[in-house]
Each structure stands twice: as structure tokens, then as C-alpha cells.
T-cell receptor, first 114, second 112 residues
Framework: GQQLNQSPQSMFIQEGEDVSMNCTSS?????WLWYKQDPGEGPVLLIA?????ELTSNGRLTAQFGITRKDSFLNISASIPSDVGIYFC??????????????FGTGTLLAVQP | DVKVTQSSRYLVKRTGEKVFLECVQDMDHENMFWYRQDPGLGLRLIYFSYDVKMKEKGDIPEGYSVSREKKERFSLILESASTNQTSMYLCASRNEIIGEQFFGPGTRLTVL
């Protein structure tokens, strides 16, 4: 199946640093979702975006729905050790229709050094 | 608080066994999904259901079947388990109106 381009693949940062990751698609999306997955657990929904240009925050997390509707960004400010995990983007395009299938990004592995 | 639960966190089965993975959601969602997740391959959609008794094949349905007799419950069935079905299985449910999709905690299945 189709996957979104997500970058970077991995990041190794110091505690307190800010983090930025993004997803791009070749087609337009109506919805962007960002998830975090801890080892051995299911993905947890962090932020949902529904409008082009929308900027939404959840604590230290901020995500944006790109104006072109083909990309999205997730920023984490002042990282802490518990931010460690894999972050996924997911999108639903106009042709998702009644099936409502999401397309997932390839994931960004985040490691935070205390 | 929204909740998707899966019947087992860890499961070990033998080749040829019939395996049932159960998923229950308490959000009254119409759409439910089964994925498998493997290193380097990401999340792959096995089957989904957009209503009771309705089901659609995903990207990798071979070797699997599903059942949705009640809105809150979506079951994944491995008719005859094989070693290449060793994987992490994730169930999800989705609000068709709002568009948010929530995952269960996953079932780590090992087929020996």
C-alpha cells in the first residue's frame, strides 16, 4: 500500500532541544493525524488537523496542516526523555470516501539523551 | 476517555492453529480496522469494516478473515496460522464524521 514520505527517519537529540519532523504527500489530504508509538504499544493519537493552514497545539507539541494540503509538520519543544518513541503521520485524502482509509508515514524514531 | 481494547497483549500459537484476535471499542464508531506492523514495512491494512456485517479487504487480506456481528466488536481470524503471520496486530476504530482514528494496545502474535 501507499506510504507517506516522512522525515527524518531518526533523530538523536539532547534533552531540552526542540524537534521538528514532517510528512509529504503527492496528493492532497483532507485530514492529517499525528501519532506517537512507544515500544510494544499501539500508536496514541497526539494531534488531529482538518483545515489547510491550521496550526494546533497539544502541550509542547505543535502541528500544522500545510497550505498546499500535501504536507504537515510536527514540532516538539523542550524535549524530555519520555518523548522517546516513534512518531507517525497519517492522512486521509478526498478519495478516501466511505472507506475512510488512512495512509501512514514511514515513521520518525526519536531518541532523547538526558 | 476513548478506548479500544484487544483481547490479548501476547499470544503464542502453533502452525496450523486457528487464531482469533478480538477487538472492542466503546466509542460507537462505525469504522474499524485491523493492521499488522512489521519492522521496515510499517502499518499494513489487513481488513476493515464500515458497518456491522460489512467488511472490505485491505492491502494484505490473504490468510485472514474478519467478523463484525456487533458494532463495538471486530474480530480477526487466522484460519490456519503460519510462521509468516508472526507480527504485531493493531486494531483501530474511527469516527467517520470527525475523522479521528484510535488504536488498541496491540497483540504480539508469535506462530511457532
Amino acid at each position: 500500500g501507499q506510504q507517506l514520505n516522512q522525515s527524518p527517519q531518526s533523530m538523536f537529540i539532547q534533552e531540552g532541544e526542540d524537534v521538528s519532523m514532517n510528512c509529504t504527500s503527492s496528493s492532497i489530504f483532507n485530514t492529517w493525524l499525528w501519532y506517537k508509538q512507544d515500544p510494544g504499544e499501539g500508536p496514541v493519537l497526539l494531534i488531529a488537523l482538518y483545515k489547510a493552514g491550521e496550526l494546533t497545539s497539544n502541550g509542547r507539541l505543535t502541528a500544522q496542516f500545510g497550505i498546499t494540503r500535501k504536507d504537515s509538520f510536527l514540532n516538539i519543544s523542550a524535549s524530555i526523555p519520555s518523548d522517546v518513541g516513534i512518531y507517525f503521520c497519517a492522512g486521509q485524502g478526498p478519495d478516501g470516501g466511505a472507506t475512510n482509509k488512512l495512509i501512514f508515514g514511514t515513521g520518525t524514531l526519536l531518541a532523547v539523551q538526558p | 476517555d476513548v478506548k479500544v481494547t484487544q483481547s490479548s497483549r501476547y499470544l503464542v500459537k502453533r502452525t496450523g492453529e486457528k487464531v482469533f484476535l478480538e477487538c472492542v471499542q466503546d466509542m460507537d464508531h462505525e469504522n474499524m480496522f485491523w493492521y499488522r506492523q512489521d519492522p521496515g514495512l510499517g502499518l499494513r491494512l489487513i481488513y476493515f469494516s464500515y458497518d456491522v456485517k460489512m467488511k472490505e479487504k485491505g492491502d494484505i487480506p490473504e490468510g485472514y478473515s474478519v467478523s463484525r456481528e456487533k458494532k463495538e466488536r471486530f474480530s480477526l481470524i487466522l484460519e490456519s496460522a503460519s510462521t509468516n503471520q508472526t507480527s504485531m496486530y493493531l486494531c483501530a476504530s474511527r469516527n467517520e464524521i470527525i475523522g479521528e482514528q484510535f488504536f488498541g494496545p496491540g497483540t504480539r502474535l508469535t506462530v511457532l
